[in-house]
């Protein structure tokens, strides 16, 4: 225990800079590369407990597999290895978080709790394996507030709130010192968090320890529930101004936000607060004013000022900038420089290699792509060598970049100051092109930084060959129908297709889908994909095409597609499959047998017949730009209406 409590009472960026040590951890409550964020009760040796909201653990830890004890029925979030945070709810006793075993090495977790029995009682590993210092963020932002600081209304309360994405956003790790009706002052039955944040939980009187973190940031958002409970303005005022000087006794180095409440409450009172704050010689507090941020009908769950997930999002890209501007860029740094590989503001659509390279991201498959939001005013991106890209800003057409390499200047007209959106991808590798597709990362403005774009809460993959991959059509694969079907969908979406590919492996080295669909690279027996990277929510899958007049009988077809919708379900337990017959009718017979023969209720066959007219083909296969837009207009609809819109 002594040794958790040591490592939790180093500065934040000596954690950080720390490299995963020599001596592997058990995964114990007490196990030093267990690091807790938030205001957990360690009293016990076997058993810590996450106090107020959004508190999380995180470790790294080597082997294939990991499980989480809990003492009883609990629900909780839990990423591994950066990936999406899956929920594991009403789960108890020791749960197991791998249930596919993932590839040999080192591996990273972070786990949240959400509601039950919050209570960690350690990681279960494989023999031989252990824990290892996880690399962190450098800094900490704490946000103290009432319900709508708990994501409250939303599906995944803590975790979609504008604080837990403000965290994200800016690199940095996150507490929220917050509950549903709770007030700053305390009156009339509401709890006031002008005392109760000094606090370990959000109930009780032990006093938190404030050696065991400093925060760099701190976020109060106080003041919509008061107003029911009969506090009077002199009396919040007064309130607000000692709760400031307080916070600022436990954290005397952390730059101090007031916002201003959404229902725009106690106004005069919050700037008064800060105002004499500042007269008092305490220049590192600011009032931040949110009017006009969020809109009435689009960003709101209810009445009573609770935003939706979207408003939450568009919380945080307001506040995020103004945070970072406040701490300066050198306060900023994680992991890794805002814009470079390796930083988790950069999300990565497609099957990417990671792991060959630190400073190196290699694409594989079609239509790959990555996406990230930046201030400032202009934006660079570095490449290794040749390759034809496309980039959009701020979701504006696509800029076609030929042979570009060195440092790309993307911006040769600056952009207004503010937040930007940028969305990279690069020429399909394959036939007689063989570009460069490699990011070396990107390039900012002096005192900019990254920040997490909106983030689309659904991915499709599509599976199959040229037609797939747009092959003949003007962009490739931004103009094939899997990328326009995403778009229109506001899903993510991958293309898991090559020129040329087929379903069934016979003696003609034609790539084979049924075999290389688990890979990371089309062209390559290993590595193995490793799908807790993403999970897709629907499948599409287009193949049959180029095994005509291989020799492939037709129970050959069959067996492989058969198999091949076997190793998707394995992949995506709870995706849609769409098995398509394909525009040329090719092998549709037995593509139906398929479905029907795997007999799962979320597999369907869709009977392409008809949809494409001559006047849609740039040949006697492929589809032209007007033939991918048809497909679109046929398949969306299909696939919204099983993803529920």
């Given at each position: 225990?002594?040794?958790t409590?040591?490592?939790?009472?180093l500065?934040?960026?000596?954690a950080?800079?720390?490299?995963?040590?020599?001596a592997?951890?058990?995964?114990s409550?007490t196990?030093?590369?267990?690091?807790y964020?938030g205001?957990?009760d360690l009293g016990?040796?076997t058993a810590a407990v996450?106090n107020?909201?959004?508190?999380?653990?995180q470790?790294?830890?080597?082997g294939t597999?990991?499980k989480?004890?809990?003492?009883n029925a609990v629900?909780f979030?839990?990423?591994?290895?950066?990936g999406?945070?899956?929920?594991?709810?009403?789960?108890?006793?020791?749960v197991?978080?791998?249930p596919k075993?993932?590839?040999q090495?080192?591996?990273?977790?972070?786990?949240?709790?959400?509601?039950?029995?919050?209570v960690?009682?350690g990681?279960?590993?494989d023999?031989?394996?252990?824990?290892?210092?996880p690399r962190i963020p450098g800094?900490?932002?704490?946000?103290?507030?009432?319900s709508?600081?708990a994501g409250?209304?939303t599906?995944?309360?803590?975790?979609?709130?504008?604080?837990?994405?403000?965290?994200?956003?800016l690199?940095?790790?996150?507490?929220?010192i917050a509950?549903a009706?709770y007030?700053?002052?305390?009156?009339?039955g509401?709890a006031?968090?002008?005392?109760?944040f000094?606090k370990t939980?959000s109930?009780g009187?032990q006093?938190?320890?404030?050696?065991?973190y400093?925060?760099n940031?701190?976020?109060?958002n106080?003041g919509?529930n008061?107003i029911?409970?009969?506090?009077?303005?002199p009396?919040f005022?007064?309130?607000?101004t000692?709760l400031?000087?307080?916070?600022?006794?436990k954290?005397?180095?952390?730059?101090?936000?007031a916002v201003?409440?959404?229902k725009?409450?106690y106004?005069a009172?919050?700037?008064?607060a800060?105002?004499?704050?500042n007269?008092a010689?305490?220049?590192k507090?600011?009032?931040?004013?949110?009017?006009g941020w969020?809109t009435?009908g689009?960003?709101?769950e209810?009445?009573d000022?609770?935003?939706n997930e979207?408003g939450?999002?568009?919380?945080?890209n307001?506040?995020?900038?103004?945070?970072?501007?406040k701490?300066g860029?050198?306060a900023?740094?994680?992991a890794?420089a805002?814009?470079?590989?390796?930083?988790?503001?950069?999300?990565?659509?497609?099957?990417?290699d990671?792991?060959t390279?630190a400073t190196a991201?290699?694409?594989?498959?079609?239509?790959?792509?990555?996406r990230?939001?930046?201030?400032?005013?202009?934006v660079?991106?570095?490449?290794?060598?040749a390759?034809?890209l496309w980039?959009?800003?701020d979701g504006?057409p696509?800029?076609?970049?030929?042979e570009?390499?060195?440092?790309?200047n993307l911006?040769?007209?600056?952009?207004?100051a503010g937040?930007?959106?940028?969305?990279?991808?690069?020429?399909?590798i394959?036939?007689?092109?063989?570009?460069?597709?490699?990011f070396?990362?990107?390039?900012l403005?002096?005192?900019?930084?990254t920040?997490?774009?909106?983030?689309p809460?659904k991915?499709?993959?599509?599976?199959?060959?040229?037609?797939?991959?747009g092959?003949t059509?003007?962009?490739?694969?931004?103009t094939?129908y899997?990328?326009?079907?995403?778009e229109?969908?506001?899903?993510d979406?991958?293309?898991?297709?090559?020129?040329?590919?087929a379903?069934?492996?016979t003696a003609?080295?034609?790539?084979?889908?049924?075999?290389?669909?688990?890979?990371?690279?089309?062209?390559?027996?290993t590595?193995?994909?490793?799908?807790?990277?993403?999970?897709?929510n629907a499948?599409?899958?287009?193949?049959g095409t180029?095994?005509?007049?291989?020799g492939?009988s037709?129970?050959?077809?069959q067996?492989?597609y058969?198999?091949l919708?076997r190793?998707?379900?394995t992949?995506?337990p709870g995706?849609w499959?769409?098995?398509?017959r394909?525009?040329s009718?090719?092998?549709?017979?037995e593509?139906k047998?398929?479905?029907?023969?795997f007999?799962?209720?979320?597999?369907?066959y869709?009977?392409t017949t008809g949809?494409l007219?001559?006047?849609?083909l740039?040949?006697?296969v492929?589809?032209?730009?007007?033939?991918?837009?048809t497909i679109t207009t046929?398949l969306?609809p299909?696939?919204s209406a099983?993803?529920?819109?």
């Amino acid at each position: 225990m002594a040794t958790t409590l040591l490592l939790l009472g180093l500065s934040l960026s000596t954690a950080h800079a720390a490299a995963p040590t020599s001596a592997l951890g058990n995964g114990s409550v007490t196990d030093p590369n267990i690091v807790y964020t938030g205001r957990w009760d360690l009293g016990s040796a076997t058993a810590a407990v996450p106090n107020w909201t959004g508190g999380y653990l995180q470790t790294a830890f080597t082997g294939t597999t990991v499980k989480v004890k809990a003492r009883n029925a609990v629900n909780f979030y839990a990423s591994v290895d950066g990936g999406a945070d899956v929920f594991y709810t009403g789960v108890r006793g020791t749960v197991d978080l791998t249930p596919k075993p993932l590839p040999q090495g080192t591996h990273t977790l972070r786990v949240s709790y959400r509601s039950g029995d919050t209570v960690f009682q350690g990681l279960v590993l494989d023999a031989g394996a252990g824990t290892t210092t996880p690399r962190i963020p450098g800094k900490l932002i704490e946000f103290v507030g009432d319900s709508i600081t708990a994501g409250a209304l939303t599906d995944r309360l803590a975790l979609d709130s504008y604080g837990w994405k403000t965290g994200e956003q800016l690199g940095m790790r996150h507490t929220q010192i917050a509950r549903a009706g709770y007030c700053l002052v305390a009156k009339s039955g509401c709890a006031g968090l002008a005392t109760q944040f000094f606090k370990t939980a959000s109930t009780g009187d032990q006093n938190w320890d404030f050696s065991r973190y400093q925060a760099n940031a701190v976020v109060i958002n106080l003041g919509t529930n008061d107003i029911g409970h009969g506090v009077t303005g002199p009396e919040f005022q007064s309130a607000y101004t000692t709760l400031l000087r307080d916070i600022r006794a436990k954290y005397p180095n952390a730059a101090l936000f007031a916002v201003q409440t959404l229902k725009k409450r106690y106004v005069a009172e919050t700037k008064a607060a800060v105002s004499a704050r500042n007269g008092a010689g305490d220049t590192k507090v600011t009032y931040v004013d949110t009017s006009g941020w969020l809109t009435d009908g689009t960003d709101y769950e209810d009445g009573d000022g609770h935003p939706n997930e979207a408003g939450h999002t568009t919380f945080a890209n307001r506040l995020a900038p103004i945070i970072s501007a406040k701490l300066g860029a050198a306060a900023m740094k994680s992991a890794a420089a805002p814009g470079q590989p390796g930083d988790p503001n950069i999300k990565l659509s497609g099957r990417w290699d990671t792991t060959t390279s630190a400073t190196a991201y290699t694409p594989y498959w079609a239509g790959a792509y990555f996406r990230t939001g930046f201030t400032g005013r202009t934006v660079g991106l570095r490449q290794r060598g040749a390759i034809d890209l496309w980039a959009s800003i701020d979701g504006g057409p696509a800029t076609f970049y030929d042979e570009a390499k060195g440092t790309v200047n993307l911006t040769p007209t600056p952009l207004a100051a503010g937040n930007h959106t940028l969305q990279v991808n690069y020429q399909v590798i394959a036939g007689s092109y063989h570009g460069d597709a490699v990011f070396q990362g990107l390039t900012l403005d002096s005192g900019a930084t990254t920040f997490a774009p909106p983030a689309p809460k659904k991915l499709i993959e599509f599976v199959g060959d040229s037609i797939t991959v747009g092959t003949t059509t003007s962009q490739n694969a931004r103009t094939a129908y899997g990328w326009l079907i995403g778009e229109r969908l506001g899903a993510d979406h991958t293309q898991i297709a090559q020129g040329g590919a087929a379903l069934v492996d016979t003696a003609d080295d034609r790539m084979s889908l049924e075999q290389q669909f688990t890979k990371l690279n089309p062209n390559a027996a290993t590595p193995a994909w490793d799908f807790s990277r993403y999970q897709a929510n629907a499948v599409v899958i287009n193949l049959g095409t180029n095994d005509v007049g291989r020799g492939v009988s037709s129970a050959q077809f069959q067996a492989s597609y058969t198999s091949l919708l076997r190793k998707v379900r394995t992949a995506y337990p709870g995706a849609w499959i769409f098995a398509l017959r394909t525009f040329s009718g090719r092998f549709g017979t037995e593509t139906k047998a398929a479905v029907t023969a795997f007999a799962d209720a979320r597999a369907s066959y869709v009977d392409t017949t008809g949809w494409l007219a001559a006047g849609d083909l740039s040949d006697s296969v492929h589809p032209n730009d007007q033939g991918h837009r048809t497909i679109t207009t046929r398949l969306a609809p299909l696939i919204s209406a099983r993803l529920g819109g």
